[in-house]
């Protein structure tokens, strides 16, 4: 266990790091990338910009699959594998661990969907990406909810100042 949570430490400063040197769109949310405080907290802006991109992201994901489009789905799979670090580190910070264990699944299952993709495998990068999918139900199940202008927001009171 103390290996793993060494692994998922090293991962999540991989992804930081990684993210933080790119241009475009692939970019964590400021404050979020390796130049950040090391005891930056993420906020529900932070979480909204990365939910923001993971949504588009998976649909993409999915219907490049539908077509054998492996070296692409691999590159936005990897992606999502970064973006939900970032999730995982968010919910981490306010103390939520089954969001964090949803985040963990989700950034899991989108490095399998990359590396079965890598590897020309449709169909097990296919599972990786559905299973993902069902790790964001659960947490949006318990933590979203709809707002007033027809998008989504953090149940109110599950982020306590």
């Known amino acids: 266990m103390h290996c793993a949570a060494r692994a998922t430490g090293a991962l999540i400063c991989l992804v930081f790091s990684g993210c933080a040197n790119r241009a475009g769109p692939a970019t964590m949310p400021t404050g979020t990338g390796a130049s950040a405080p090391a ?20 649909k993409s ?15 936005e799979a990897q992606q ?30 989108a490095s399998d969907a990359a590396g079965a993709a890598a590897a020309g495998n449709v169909e097990k ?19 979203r909810e709809s707002d007033a202008a027809g998008g989504y927001r953090i149940k109110r009171g599950v982020i306590t100042p």
């Open 80 to 109: 999502l594998a970064e973006w939900f670090g970032g999730v995982e580190k968010f919910w981490a910070q306010h103390d939520r661990n089954d969001a964090v264990t949803w985040a963990g699944q989700a950034r899991s299952q």
């Open 125 to 143: 990068a296919t599972t990786a990406a559905n299973d993902m999918a069902g790790a964001c139900r659960q947490c949006h199940s318990a933590y």
């Open 61 to 75: 994901l999915r219907q490049r699959l539908e077509t054998n489009d492996t070296a692409q789905s691999a590159k």
């Open 39 to 58: 005891q930056a907290v993420l906020t529900p802006h932070n979480l909204e910009e990365l939910m923001k991109k993971i949504g588009p992201a998976h």
